[in-house]
């Protein structure tokens, strides 16, 4: 049975930092497609960044230069770091997962197979 654990959320000021995890169980954590999204209140599940079974990232235009994902297979793990915070990232921060090429639909929610709980991420001004 799969599973996505996340955590390292809180509150945190403008311009400071995050480091956000995600441990995952039940599969062959190196060769999924692993992502993370966020939904704000009141808006849809966006796409953040992504990691394909060979490491290569891929990040929205608005966490670019900011946000880095990467993944340690050894640990099953999935960090996201999050520098330089805006009010504007403030969210539920999902991890998530899919058998199938990152190079397709990779940026579309409806395209992941599994989930995890998510983990809030404040931002104050």
């Known amino acids: 049975q799969v599973q996505l654990v996340e955590s390292g959320g809180g509150s945190v000021q403008a311009g400071g930092s995050l480091r956000l995890s995600c441990v995952a169980s039940?599969?062959?954590?190196?060769?999924?497609?692993m992502a993370w999204f966020r939904q704000a209140p009141g808006k849809k599940r966006e796409f953040v960044a992504r990691i394909d079974s060979g490491g290569e990232a891929n990040y929205a235009d608005s966490v670019k230069g900011r946000f880095t994902i990467s993944k340690d297979n050894a640990k099953n793990t999935l960090p996201l770091q999050m520098n330089s915070l805006i009010p504007e990232d403030t969210a539920i921060y999902y991890c998530?997962?899919?058998?199938?090429?990152?190079?397709?639909?990779?940026?579309?929610?409806?395209?992941?197979?599994?989930w995890g709980q998510g983990t809030q991420v404040t931002v104050s001004p």
């Open positions: 039940g599969y062959t954590f190196s060769s999924y497609c």
């Open positions: 998530a997962a899919r058998k199938s090429l990152c190079t397709i639909n990779g940026a579309f929610a409806a395209a992941y197979n599994y």
